[in-house]
């Protein structure tokens, strides 16, 4: 195959005596497989031929080939597991050559140019990486799309199995696409792309065979009960590992020794752009896409809210200034027929992979557009927080109505009686649970009506006068921080695949890579009374929900983004002080007595 003798010149010499190496291990494991057998075989013919005659070899022979036959029985059966076994594949949105003829025609070049197979097909992933992927074993064989070298004008359609050593699939990263240029996208791809040329030689592809063989039947042996498969797997995997990785190490330096001519002093730059996606990813999930995500909503069009997210970034940082200038340049998802429907499928994948949704849009997991994500998951997520929190009130036994002080304000509470259930009724009412979209919201339900000299229902004057902390302990905090938390926790739960149909988030309700670790008690507490004052500002004040592309929600005051809640709700729920929240209230007009709406 062209590229793979001139390629042998850079790295792959080094990676090709690790490959051997590796296979030398497999030949090893084989050879102790047939030393039974081949002992029974010299026993069976020296006793045919009369050379071993009498007592004990009639025994001795026998418990040979019993003990030839069992290890000919279970080795057979584990080079089965492992030759059948079919490794992991990385989760991916498939690019058929119809649905990006010039992508195609972009990698096929580069192929040309650096005298390397072209990749069998091109999939999406939706994270700042690319990388190629061997799908040619077994069960993947038929999932493997070849790229047609007869041009631009050919489809890459799903066609039979792919003859083992077929080139692997090409895996990009999706904000790439719609960030980077084309040229930067071409100087970025060039060393992945160089990767084929190392992977057609024969040695390394069957040394990697082998170690993906082992890892999935180690795989095998855990999930099926198989247990006596795993072990002998991991052993193999041990005697192989330090040859393997070296093997991959002298793959990548032969690509990027193959790709030194190509764009190279582009790529330095598209290499800051690298840099610069991952971030500006990174926040948008975290962020803006997680949020929804916990709500049963997923933003259909992550990929574009990248650009806008890098932008924003690139704005506000004075070293990414220059970088804007280049949005006048050719986007690389102009190489895709229809963007729009790419960056939907790969939203979609985003969701399932990082926080474990359903692979299918549905009535409790339905997509949301950005012109609609302030109305529709802003203020949705704060107003469910607010009646999460009330609810932990009523579940506190937390009066909803007192006369106010002098001062306009409640005097603090009495100390929380013991705590009741959930679902129960405080002095609030009854808790109502409701929400359409899969997850078990609260809300404080048929409150007393207001009394002449006080108020009731779900105010924020009944929040700060809870919190507010004369002793300064903090005890009141951390009793209504455990009972959120709680009820965050059964929420969660309610939310598995055990909880039905109408709650379920399908069979990836665990995600692949959890975007967020666990939240303290505290940090859920000002989560919620942060929520509870943006519905009372909006209700109240005129405030509107927002949108900030690098950190989520906001809320808006006459257009403008107000960032100085944070420090005054952490001064409120860490310290009992309310004095720094009320002032920043009375500034905007905010009515804490008046009732918020809630979901």
């Known amino acids: 195959m062209s590229g793979t003798g001139s390629i042998m010149e850079a790295g792959v010499p080094s990676a090709r005596s690790r490959a051997l ?12 497989g047939l030393l039974p057998a081949a002992l029974a075989v010299v026993l069976v013919a020296a006793r045919t031929t009369g050379r071993l005659a009498g007592d004990p070899w009639p025994t001795v022979t026998l418990v040979v080939c019993a003990v030839a036959a069992l290890v000919l029985l279970v080795g057979g059966a584990f080079a089965a597991v492992v030759l059948r076994a079919s490794p992991a594949v990385t989760p991916t949105v498939p690019l058929s050559e119809a649905a990006a ?15 390397v197979p072209p990749p069998s097909a091109i999939a999406l992933t939706p994270d700042c990486d690319s990388w190629l992927e061997d799908r040619t074993h077994a069960a ?31 895996v990009i990263g999706s904000p790439f696409l719609w960030w980077m240029r084309v040229a930067e996208l071409r100087a970025v791809l060039a060393p992945v792309v160089a990767g084929t040329g190392p992977s057609a030689h024969p040695d390394i592809a069957d040394a990697r065979g082998f170690v993906r063989g ?13 247990g006596w498969i795993a072990p002998p797997a991991r052993l193999l995997l041990r005697l192989c590992r330090t040859d393997a990785a070296e093997m991959e190490r002298g793959v990548a330096a032969a ?15 598209a290499q800051e752009q690298v840099g610069l996606a991952y971030a500006g990813w990174d926040r ?11 709500m049963g909503r997923w933003p259909a069009h992550l990929d574009a809210g990248v650009v806008s997210a890098l932008t924003e970034l690139s704005r506000r940082d004075r070293l990414a200034e220059g970088f804007t200038s280049r949005l006048g340049e050719r986007p690389a998802c102009d190489l895709l027929e229809q963007p729009g429907l790419i960056d939907e499928a790969t939203s979609l994948l985003a969701a399932r992979l990082f926080h474990g949704g359903p692979a299918e849009a549905g009535p409790d997991w339905s ?7 302030p109305e529709e998951v802003v203020d949705r997520k704060w107003r469910t927080e607010a009646a999460r929190l009330h609810a932990a009130l009523d579940a506190l036994a937390v009066p909803a109505g007192l006369p106010p002080g002098p001062s306009g304000a409640t005097a603090s509470t009495a100390p929380a009686a013991p705590a009741a259930p959930a679902a129960t009724s405080g002095a609030g009412g009854p808790v109502a649970r409701s ?14 009506p207001p009394t002449a000299d006080g108020f009731a229902g779900p105010t924020l004057e009944r929040v700060l006068g809870y919190l507010t902390d004369l002793g300064g302990e903090g005890a009141a905090g951390e009793a209504l921080a455990g009972r959120i938390s709680g009820e965050l926790a059964r929420e969660e739960r309610d939310a598995g695949p055990a909880a039905g149909a109408g709650k379920a988030r399908g069979a990836d309700a665990v995600p692949l890579f959890p975007l967020q670790p666990p939240r303290s008690g505290r940090d859920l507490l000002a989560d919620h009374v942060t929520a509870m004052v943006c519905c009372a500002a909006v209700d109240s004040a005129g405030a509107t929900p927002g949108l900030d592309w690098l950190d989520g929600p906001v809320l808006l005051v006459g257009g403008d983004r107000r960032s100085d809640l944070a420090p005054r709700v952490l001064c409120l729920v860490e310290e009992g002080n309310p004095e720094p929240l009320r002032d920043w209230l009375s500034a905007l007009g905010v009515r804490p007595e008046k009732p918020v709406r809630l979901v």
């Open 367 to 373: 997509p949301v557009d950005w012109a609609a994500y």
């Open 435 to 448: 929400g359409s979209s899969g997850h078990t919201t609260l809300a404080a339900a048929d409150s007393p």
């Open 214 to 226: 082992l890892d999935a039947a180690v795989d095998v042996g855990t999930r099926r009960g198989l």
């Open 101 to 115: 003829p010039d992508l195609y025609r972009l990698v096929r070049d580069l192929a040309d140019r650096m005298d």
């Open 284 to 294: 948008l999930l975290t962020r803006v896409a997680l949020p929804a995500w916990r």
């Open 21 to 32: 190496a590796v296979l030398r291990v497999r030949s090893r494991a084989l050879a102790v």
């Open 140 to 170: 993947h064989r038929r999932d493997a799309v070849r790229m047609s070298a007869a041009g631009a004008g050919s489809t890459a359609e799903p066609g039979p199995e792919s003859a083992p050593g077929a080139a692997p699939v090409l």
């Open 255 to 269: 690509a990027s020794e193959r790709a030194q001519g190509v764009d190279y002093g582009l790529r330095i730059v």
